[in-house]
């Protein structure tokens, strides 16, 4: 029946989201710190991903450059997944797996922070963005699941890894939009202060 399919993703949903609550807060804490540090020095987040994950990158850049939930300074950030030239330009010209890696050697300075987002790690342009930050010195905040993938294994002692502790992409993607905000409201938290919840 279609009514309890639907319950039990709500339940599956909120089920991970509680589970994860806890193995996630250090993560999350040090991707705050991360993002801190680059935009009180003046630097920017570059955002990428894949289908839903590049609407997270986006959603991201959205809420860091606009305003979150709080009335603050604009803070640096570009989703590297919304200029349709570009990245018809370089997949044409050179390859799918270059789209993101070309526009972080472009754009990324020392400082910056790449935020790298695929669910199962394995994305080959996510991946490439990651050693392309790495050439310019950027730390990475990684958004992933399913163990991290090859993205896990590509970070550095300095780099942050937000890994979601289950296999099912959909269920990942949703604890992903979560800690976007998480991230959103820790960094709105330390430049603002904390301030109760609003409703
Ligand atoms: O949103 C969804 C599935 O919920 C899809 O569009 C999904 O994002 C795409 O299949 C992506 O290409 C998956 O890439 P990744 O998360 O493994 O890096
Ligand atoms: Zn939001």
């Known amino acids: 029946m279609i009514e309890q399919r639907i319950q039990q993703h709500f339940i599956d949903s909120a089920d991970l989201k509680y589970q994860a609550a ?3 807060s250090k993560p999350i804490a040090a991707g ?4 801190l540090a680059c935009v009180t020095s003046g630097g920017k987040v570059l955002a990428c991903g894949n289908g839903g994950s590049a609407a ?3 959603h991201f850049a959205a809420e860091f450059v606009g305003r979150f939930e709080r009335e603050r300074p604009e803070l640096g950030a570009i989703a590297l997944t919304t200029d349709s030239s570009i990245i018809t330009a370089i997949g044409n010209d050179y ?4 789209i993101f890696s070309k526009q972080v050697r472009a754009l990324g300075l020392p400082g910056d922070v790449l935020l790298a987002i695929s669910t199962s790690g394995n994305s080959a342009n996510v991946l490439a963005a990651v050693e392309a930050a790495h050439q310019r010195e950027m730390t990475v905040v990684a958004l992933t699941g399913k163990g991290g993938g090859k993205m896990g294994a590509a970070l550095r002692e300095t780099d942050v ?3 979601v502790p289950h296999d099912r992409t959909a269920r990942i993607q949703e604890v992903h939009l979560l800690v976007l905000h998480c991230l959103c409201d820790g960094v709105d938290s330390q430049l603002l202060g ?3 919840v609003p409703t």
């Open 32 to 35: 705050v710190q991360a993002m």
């Open 194 to 196: 904390e301030q109760e």
């Open 161 to 163: 890894h937000i890994c």
């Open 56 to 58: 997270d990158a986006q």
């Open 95 to 98: 390859d799918f797996n270059v």
């Open 22 to 24: 806890q193995p996630l």
